[in-house]
């Protein structure tokens, strides 16, 4: 019985850490990498570059070798610092404003969000 409860307990937590870490259907690339470093931090690798692209644009192969090749040498913040450092200035993470086509990793236009808040 507590084997079971533990189960049910491990694959809920595995659930929400996957829900967690799951892009949003017209999240970008640039938003979503914010978003993973911001909350679980860059672990030295493309691991958030590589699910993005895992989830939301498997057959973009060359998607890694694209973002090491725009200086994005070696892990996801040197992806964000590089390759997208046209970011509002800002103390906290801007939801994404969206892209037109799930899965382009052209970065939202933050600029046209209302400026509330
Ligand atoms: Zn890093
Ligand atoms: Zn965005």
Known sequence: ???NVAD???SEL???SQRLTTPEER?????YLLRMISEFGCDGSHRWT???RDLRAPRAHG???RMQ???GCCCDCEVIFNVFPDYPETDR???????VRAGSAVPCDLRSLPRSA
């Open 93 to 99: 993470v801007l939801p994404c404003a969206g892209v």
């Open 69 to 71: 090749r725009r200086g």
């Open 8 to 10: 049910l307990v491990e």
């Open 14 to 16: 595995a659930e929400l």
């Open 27 to 31: 999240e970008c690339l640039r938003c």
């Open 50 to 52: 590589v699910r993005w």
């Open 1 to 3: 019985m507590a084997d």
């Open 63 to 65: 998607l890694v070798q």
